[in-house]
């Protein structure tokens, strides 16, 4: 019960700390009534948040590895996110449509079979570890360990609506994972453009003057999102879908053919009868 | 040392006990192989002497288990890692670091020791097992038999009293086993390390050994002695013991030196048997290279090289490691392409089709076999190849009913069965109908008896007799001098890109130092390579 | 002294790179932004390459600059209307874009993609700077289960591929040809089957060598500190943020600080060692105190001796101002440059193999 109420508190603020720096710079206007940030303290804004992310990654990941983690889990998440890693790799090397990562497959299909905090590990591993195969190492990457964890970490939110159309194994469960693909296509690219944005634009001053609206700064937003994200995220959503619909199945099956392997059941020693 | 007291295991789920009521006690210091068909419960009584069985695979054990005076049923793997080390058959699943020095330290930093102790027990399991001049390389850059060295250094680490190596040898060539096995024996003898290992190679073994464990289907009637003993009560033994046994020599011997006490007082040459005549060729080859060359950067794996095989005819392709003889084989079906010459399948130019076309004519099993399988059943994991090739869309007749190859190949009852669930021996069928269920006419094998006990080996050899019996041209990439000695019609010697010798194996075979079979080494000059060649002629009673 | 693939501690290098992007983050000011991309370009220039074991060279910063810049600035030019200098008007009617587009807004994006093109640098030159086992070994003790999960994946990279390779040429010998997205499931399909066993069996070879992982949940205090100091910083923030309270920095750092504890708690509990050590030299300390040097002016000044920091081109362009005290404790960022053993900059090294141990 203890353990449980600890999770969800941890769970609960990381989510809520997360939100509140992906979301600032739309109410800050409206809380502070149009008084205007120092300047100093505004351009230190997106550094902050930065370290604000990377403490909310840390928590997370030390909560979702609290829990017992074997060598089983251990080196089945290796092996994984090395395959996960290479798919990234693809990515690269082969210049598709700009917005399309083949690594959000595996991520929500391992979060849905194996759990989410199998999900998260798996999320927020793939990118670091292709980040340091590929030399891709950037200020972006605790952004995107942290979201794509997320990624992982939801995916078992679809197990009720598959359990509902008793879909296992079946074209309806992955109709249901084609849905989640698709929207984290679009919240992936909308989550990393906030982060973006305040550098894009600049400090935060700019579009913190007195007088500057919640709509103001809502209509900036979107019109940054459509010029820079939007037809990316059409793509990464696209991407996504075309790639559970085809792959999902069959890796479906395999991994939870290899859930009852990697599960066991231990019964306890039983001294000689003889 | 190890004392095994009524012990049966249960897998959770099974109601079949995979170990039942296994009795028996290796002392200290010694050296023991255990063997048996697979499936008889090795890997699982392996594995119970460090806990792995329990605590990692889960199941119920029954009966008394000391290791070292431990119960490693009670105690954690990790306790038990103190005392027993352990080595995987495939090298390259068991690593856990990319380095030589890292990987051996591993054990070590998981048993918490303090950073000089590491230090000192590292350089001593690097010196024990040559490592030295290997310790900064990337792990993915060492040879097969090199990797299994660096995986038995990183089980010694922790200076453990027990070894235990569960088919070390398996996916390696003659040479790398050699010198694991070589290895194994010199920490035996000068450590006086208690060795257990897991082997179907029991000729490269056998003369090392000092017990003897024998494990029959189903964990049950498990047989412990000496050598001797249990290898005059089993069936599958090597040519050499088999050929002993046959003409009553006692006491049995072991190894060759032993075994030249006999045969010296035998005169093979008296009543030789006329050579067989040479096999009659159909007039033309079904696959013909003329000239190939190819070159990869700066090595030129093949240097001109001319070769072909015809119909109804098995070639051994034979060689050192790196001489080109797998690299040959994949230009026979334009796997690589050739920088020079000419290659012609049946009445196709290898240059001027796709893998997917020269491959409805060749069958090609690679060396893996697991690579080919995806499927969820056997019959759809054929059925594919038949979509892939465009002879299940037009409705025409089947090349061949699936039934007639499920029975050929023993395999009727797992028409329905995951492919991945089945033993080495069975994937390895499943993948040779894949790729032949097109009725090739011709059928190239990469290291077909890789990981293969003596029974799966024996059934491919009928397989490959029988196909070739109906015409088809085999060609046989391997190290396996006893599979060669019993199947091919001619052998093809490899070396550094260039085809050294081609003829007939006694002519082959029998005199190279290298790729001698048994029987051979046992009599040299003979041109006798199996037992039933020496048979025909000693005992033509016995031979029929 | 000097050895092949010697290098600063991973530590040292952190420091620097926090001195560098706070600087970066910091300033718009063109003049500063300069002499920080010097200091990047002459240490990428005289550090030796580590012998990487990325799998491709990270995207060179400039070709990065040169994709990013004129795209910040025509963003910036054409969404943000500000300023005096009007270089041209769009219809107002064309919604989001409309209005006029000025030099400043341009010169302003332009100097965004100037602090991103180098925060960019600065993380590609740590990477080219260590091998990336050093880089792993910066995962602090406490997630010593995901620091393994690290080096397994990066040490299946080779035979991951190598397996794919493999599987590539299984399929093609059956009749398989790439047409579609379709056609990939048997190719990706064995990798994943096989990937599977492996790790199975790879789970055995790491239990028969006594990796037990994190057998024992994190005790439930810590966790609860770990709940309470989440607490703490997401109230001094929201203080911070909603009301100006500096008291919410305070709050803040506390909570930082407990889960640094936290963290370091679990660590010392881990109950394993580790055989590989990067030994802490007197260079290494050079190094902090260069990224003192360079970061502490933006914390410890007076806002009115650090504003040359803050360049603002709105309302109207301006020359930016410079202040050469504040240049020369920039200039601190050149530290690696000097202290990198075997840099270009200091005799050549001597050949020895690449381990490093402390002394104790």
């Known amino acids: 019960m203890r353990d449980r109420l600890l999770s969800v508190a941890i769970y609960g603020l990381t989510t809520l700390i997360g939100l509140v720096a992906f979301l600032y710079p739309f109410f800050i206007p409206v809380v502070r009534g149009g008084a205007a940030m120092q300047g100093a303290h505004a351009a230190d804004a997106p550094y902050f948040l930065t370290l604000l992310v990377v403490i909310c990654f840390v928590v997370l990941l030390l909560e979702v590895q609290g829990q017992a983690v074997n060598a089983k889990l251990v080196a089945l998440l290796g092996i994984l996110v090395s395959i996960n890693s290479l798919l990234r790799f693809v990515e690269i090397a082969i210049p598709g449509p700009g917005g399309v990562s083949p690594i959000f497959f595996l991520i929500i299909v391992t979060g849905y079979v194996y759990g989410g905090r199998f999900g998260f590990l798996m999320g927020a591993m793939t990118l670091i570890v292709s980040a340091l195969i590929t030399g891709g190492l950037g200020p972006w990457l605790p952004y995107q360990m942290m979201t794509a964890g997320w990624v992982g970490l939801t995916a078992p939110l679809c197990q009720p609506l598959a359990r509902w159309l008793r879909a296992e194994n079946t074209g309806r469960e992955v109709a249901v994972l084609v849905l989640f693909g698709v929207v984290w296509g679009f919240l992936y690219g909308a989550i990393m453009n906030v982060w973006f944005w305040p550098l894009v634009t600049g400090p935060a001053d700019q579009y913190w003057e007195p007088g500057v609206s919640l709509g103001e700064i809502l209509r900036r937003y979107y019109a940054f999102y459509v010029a820079t994200s939007f037809v990316w995220d059409v793509f990464g959503a696209v991407g996504n879908a075309l790639l559970i619909a085809v792959f999902g199945l069959p890796t479906l099956r395999a991994l939870r053919r290899f859930q009852r392997r990697f599960a066991f059941d231990y019964r306890p020693y039983r001294p000689s009868a003889a | ?544 | 002294m000097n050895r092949k693939g010697a290098h600063l501690h991973p530590m040292a290098w952190v420091a620097w790179l926090v001195a560098t992007l706070g600087l970066l983050v910091t300033t718009r000011n063109p003049l500063y932004l300069v002499l920080i991309f010097l200091c990047l370009a002459i240490v990428r220039a005289v550090i030796p390459t580590s012998a990487g074991e990325a799998w491709t060279l990270p995207l060179s910063p400039l070709l990065f600059g040169a994709l990013i810049v004129p795209s910040t600035s025509l963003f910036n030019a054409l969404s943000i209307h500000v300023g005096d200098t009007v270089l041209f008007r769009l219809p107002a009617w064309i919604p989001l874009l409309g209005g006029p587009v000025t030099l400043e807004a341009f010169v302003y994006g332009a100097l965004n993609g100037l602090v991103l093109t180098g925060l960019f640098a600065a993380f590609t030159l740590v990477s080219v700077a260590l091998p990336t086992r050093a880089l792993v070994r910066l995962i602090p003790r406490a997630f010593h289960p995901v620091a393994v999960v690290v080096v397994v994946a990066l040490s299946f990279v080779p035979s991951t591929l190598r397996q794919f390779q493999q599987v590539r040429e299984a399929q093609a010998v059956r009749g398989h040809r790439v047409r579609g997205l379709r056609d990939w499931v048997p190719l990706f399909m064995p990798l994943l089957v096989g990937g599977l066993e492996r790790a199975l069996q790879l789970a055995e070879a790491m239990t028969a060598r006594g990796f037990a992982g994190a057998d024992e949940p994190i005790p439930a205090s810590m966790r609860a500190l770990v709940t309470a100091s989440l607490a703490l910083i997401l109230g001094g923030w929201l203080l911070e943020l909603g009301w100006g309270q500096e008291a919410g920095y305070l709050l803040m750092a506390l909570g930082g600080v407990a889960i640094g504890y936290v963290l370091w708690r679990l660590g010392r509990q881990a109950p394993h060692t580790t055989y590989r050590h990067e030994p802490w030299h007197p260079r290494d300390w050079a190094m902090v105190a260069a990224a003192a040097v360079a970061l502490l002016p933006l914390l410890l000044l007076p806002l009115a001796q650090r504003m040359s920091l803050y360049y603002y081109p709105y309302p109207a362009l301006t020359m930016p101002a410079f202040d050469p005290a504040l240049a020369l404790t920039m200039l601190a960022l050149l530290a690696p440059a000097i202290l990198t053993p075997g840099s270009t900059s200091r005799p050549a090294p001597s050949v020895a193999p690449d381990t490093s141990y402390d002394s104790v």
Request: aromatic letters at 6%; one cysteine or more.
């Open chain 2, 1 to 544: 040392m190890i004392r095994f007291e009524h012990v049966s295991f249960w897998y959770s789920g099974s109601e079949r006990p995979a170990l039942r009521d296994v009795s028996f006690f290796l002392p200290e210091g010694t050296f023991t192989l255990m063997t048996g068909p697979s499936g008889a419960g090795k890997s699982t009584l392996l594995r119970c002497l460090n806990g792995l069985v329990p605590h990692f695979s889960g199941g119920l054990v029954e009966g008394n288990i000391s290791v070292n005076g431990l119960n490693p049923v009670i105690e954690s793997p990790k306790v038990m890692s103190r005392h027993v080390g352990f080595v995987f058959q495939d090298p390259e699943a068991q690593f856990v670091m990319d380095r030589v020095e890292d990987e051996v330290a591993f054990a070590l930093e998981n048993a918490a020791l303090p950073r000089q102790e590491m230090r000192v027990r590292v350089e001593e399991v690097l010196d024990l097992l040559d490592l030295e001049p290997l310790r900064d390389r990337r792990l993915e850059t060492l040879s097969g038999g090199e990797r299994q060295r660096v995986a038995i250094a990183a089980a010694l680490a922790l200076r453990p009293q027990i070894l235990v190596l569960d088919e070390p040898t398996s996916q390696l060539d003659p040479k790398s086993a050699e010198d694991v096995l070589n290895a194994l024996a010199r920490l035996n003898s000068d450590l006086g390390l208690t060795v257990v290992v897991a082997e179907h190679r029991l000729e490269r073994v056998v003369p090392f050994v000092d017990e003897m464990l024998y494990l029959d289907e189903g964990g049950e009637g498990l047989l412990a002695g000496s050598p001797r003993d249990v290898l005059s009560q089993i069936k599958l033994v090597p040519p050499l013991v088999a050929l002993a046994q046959r003409l009553g020599w006692e006491p049995l011997p072991l190894t060759i030196k032993e075994g030249r006490r006999f045969s010296r007082t035998i005169q093979p040459n008296g009543e030789r048997e006329a050579p067989a005549p040479p096999v009659a060729h159909a007039d033309e080859p079904f696959i013909e290279a003329r000239g190939v060359r190819v070159r990869y950067g700066e090595n030129e794996t093949l240097r001109g090289v001319d070769f072909e095989v015809f119909p109804g005819e098995v070639v051994a392709l034979m060689g050192r490691n790196g001489a080109g003889k797998s690299t040959l084989l994949k230009t026979l079906v334009g796997l690589v392409r050739p920088q020079r010459g000419k290659i012609r399948v049946g009445t196709l130019d290898a240059a001027q089709h796709d893998v997917a076309t020269l491959c409805r004519q060749v069958g090609y099993l690679p060396q893996d076999p697991n690579a080919l399988l995806f499927a969820e059943t056997v019959a759809e994991e054929w059925e594919i190849t038949l979509r892939n090739h465009g002879l299940l869309s037009n409705g025409g007749p089947l090349p061949i009913q699936p039934e007639t190859l499920l029975a050929r190949f023993g395999l009727s009852d797992k028409a329905a069965a995951y492919p991945r669930d089945l033993s080495t021996g069975e994937r390895q069928r499943v993948a040779l109908g894949a790729v032949m269920i097109t009725q090739a006419r011709a059928l190239l094998l990469d290291e077909p008896t890789r990981g293969l006990d003596a029974l799966a080996k024996e059934a491919l050899t009928d397989l490959l007799r029988s196909w070739r019996d109906e015409g088809i041209a085999i060609v046989l990439v391997t190290h396996d001098v006893e599979l060669a000695a019993a199947v091919a019609d001619r052998v093809v010697l490899m070396s550094q890109g260039d085809v050294i010798a081609n003829g007939p194996p006694s002519a082959i075979l029998g005199s190279s130092p290298l790729f001698a079979p048994q029987i051979a080494h046992l009599f040299p000059g003979s041109g006798w390579l199996t037992v039933a060649d020496a048979l025909r002629v000693l005992r033509p009673e016995i031979a029929k």
